[in-house]
């Protein structure tokens, strides 16, 4: 083959074999006549014999394929219709056979024991619970210290059984393994129930959250689904973020069963997923801070909710709302609701000075219900489970004393500790030098943000960081499984002793036992000797000598006297003190009366 370039000039010539054979015998094969091919027929009618015959022939097969004689035929065809046979087979077999009772070892037992179950008398003999003994009302408020100083009390629910609540959430709460309603909720339901305004006090860890939940509950199935533009249904105020996120869960946790829908909007997350369950989700009850509540109720283009059929208002941990400076909020939103509106306070501790705010938020006509449980309104009550230690610590020490204690606790490797600080810089100093030890630890404070506040919550309560040091932001209403042990690394400053119970009412929640740890300096914890001794002694703690003698001095030797100035070093009449009244008098007496006619 001569190959020529362009030019017309030859350049080379190539000798080329080609073997055509085999295109020489796909061309015959291409050409071969269509009669000389396999022609497959297809016969639609067939003898039904042969149909007969072949069907017979599969249940054989499948008979025995299922007793283990022969295997499955190779066709397609075949194994698909000797399946089918045997399925066949294996139906009209079980349909044949008696049929058995079931032999579940749970069924069984269930079974055994409701046939021992005696036949239960019906000619009006006494019948006592299985749940708790049941007590006269007098006899149960007595057993649990349930006092009120504004009306006389309903009687108590003592069992779920004597609630009028759904027959659902009596199931809920038994399977959440509550044998009978705590005595704050004993005592609550029934007061609102009867639609009065409530005041109730009760130590920290005693169930307040379901006892405003399930009288929400009851009021909400009774108005019925929500119409197309009506808000919710019921408002729960608390006033920080961890407290109401703690009350939405408990919220799904026990109304899912009711098809109960509910929604939670706090500060420092974004709005849109929250403006969007308010607006597209219709939830009945909405957990709330005062301050983003307020945000989305200013939202005007479009609207996203309103509060125009909210008939029911709880603020949970009341007094440090109203004490904290969110009144401004709290007052905004009430008065968007209707007049005619239920109001719940619930706390831990109800100091004078919140008293006369809180009163202009009850709107009953009077009807006014305080509970207090473990004691009255005016008397701050630590929880009698948690045992109390304090120590006496200067300010340089506390760091190694700290890292001491929590060595030595955490030998146990389920021990849960949350240590609290008086400043956020504390809080992250202790955290970042607990990790730089080796040790699994977080920090919850106002100056994280929101997500790294909860992913910090999430590891302390699945364990995975064992100690979380924390400001007062996780002082109240925090409710965390098995924290076995709170340390007060600084004795609050602010209200001093009240913080105190809030921060130690970590521990010892739904009965259980717990300990707390308290620093104790006399350089600055010395005012809150005498208010921390009586705590401790009405709680049935062993007090320190150290701190008793603080307290007998009247709160140590750098604060001011109760007489006025620091008194005169040794008590002396011609003293140089303020108080021992240079220039107004001699003598004691004098200085001392000065002072009370200044006070």
């Known amino acids: 083959y001569e190959m020529t370039s362009v030019t017309g000039v030859q350049t080379c010539a190539l000798p080329i074999s080609l073997d ?21 027929t297809i016969t639609k ?3 039904k014999k042969d149909k007969k015959e072949k069907k017979e022939k599969l249940a054989k097969q499948a ?7 022969t295997k499955l035929p190779q066709d397609k065809a075949e194994r698909k219709a000797l399946k089918a046979a045997k399925k066949a087979a294996k139906e009209a077999k079980a349909a044949s056979a008696p049929v058995a009772q079931r032999t579940s070892p749970r069924l069984a037992a269930a079974a055994a024991a409701s046939a021992e ?13 299985v749940a708790s003994e049941i007590l006269s009302p007098e006899e149960y408020r007595k ?4 006092a009120s100083s504004t009306s006389t009390l309903p009687d108590p ?6 609630a ?11 399977g959440a393994g509550f044998a009978a309603p705590s005595p704050i909720q004993a005592q609550a339901w029934p007061c609102a129930m009867s639609g009065a305004d409530i005041v109730a006090i009760a130590r920290t860890g005693s169930g307040k959250t379901l006892g405003f939940l399930a009288p929400a509950f009851s009021r909400i199935l009774a108005m019925g689904s929500l119409e197309r533009g009506q808000g919710p249904l019921a408002l729960i105020m608390a006033p920080t973020r961890e407290l109401a996120q703690q009350i939405h869960v408990e919220t799904e946790k026990f109304g899912t069963c009711l098809g109960i829908r509910a929604a939670v909007v706090y500060g420092g997350a974004p709005k849109g997923p929250q403006i969007g369950a308010l607006a597209r989700g219709k939830p009945s009850i909405v957990v709330a801070t005062p301050g983003r509540i307020n945000d989305i109720l200013k939202l005007n283009a479009p609207p996203v909710t309103n509060l125009k059929s909210c008939e029911y208002l709880v603020l949970d941990e009341a007094d440090r709302m109203l004490d904290m400076g969110f009144e401004p909020q709290i007052k905004t939103v009430v008065d968007q609701m209707p007049g005619t509106k239920q109001t719940l306070f619930f706390t831990a501790t109800w100091p004078k000075e919140v008293k006369a ?5 009850l709107t009953q006509g009077g009807r006014v219900v305080q509970i207090s449980i473990g004691g009255n309104d005016s008397k701050l009550v630590a929880n009698k489970n948690i045992s109390q230690e304090v120590r006496e610590l200067s300010g340089g020490s506390k760091a190694a004393a700290l890292a001491a204690l929590l060595d030595e606790k955490q030998q146990d490797t389920k021990c849960k500790v949350m240590v609290f600080c008086n400043t956020k810089i504390d809080c992250e100093r202790q955290s970042q030098a607990r990790r730089h030890q080796g040790h699994g630890a977080v920090a919850i404070h106002g100056d994280k943000d929101q997500w790294e506040r909860e992913r910090a919550l999430q590891q302390f309560s699945s364990g995975q960081a064992p100690v979380v040091f924390c400001t007062d932001v996780a002082a109240r209403g925090l409710h965390v499984e098995d924290v076995t042990l709170v340390i007060n690394y600084d004795m609050p400053q602010g209200d001093g002793v009240e913080d105190y119970v809030h921060r130690i009412g970590r521990t010892g929640r739904a009965g259980k036992a717990g300990a707390a740890i308290t620093f104790w300096d006399a350089k600055t914890d010395a005012k809150t000797a005498r208010p921390l001794v009586t705590i401790m002694k009405d709680a049935g703690q062993e007090v320190p000598a150290f701190l008793e003698a603080a307290a007998q001095r009247g709160g140590g030797d750098t604060r001011r006297s109760r007489w006025g100035g620091k008194g005169g070093k040794g008590g002396k009449g011609s003293g140089k003190g303020k108080g021992g009244g240079k220039g107004k008098g001699k003598g004691k007496e004098i200085g001392r009366a000065s002072c009370r006619e200044r006070v």
């Open 20 to 40: 055509c054979s085999a295109m020489g015998a796909k061309a015959e094969k291409e050409k071969k006549p269509k009669e000389d091919r396999a022609v497959k």
């Open 45 to 47: 009618d067939k003898p």
């Open 63 to 69: 008979e025995a394929a299922a007793d283990g004689e």
């Open 117 to 129: 179950v005696p036949e239960m008398p019906l000619d009006g003999a006494d019948v006592v619970s």
């Open 143 to 146: 057993k649990h210290q349930i």
């Open 157 to 162: 629910f003592q069992n779920f059984d004597d």
């Open 164 to 174: 009028p609540f759904d027959d659902r959430l009596k199931a809920v709460c038994k």
């Open 357 to 361: 705010m809180a009163a202009q938020y």
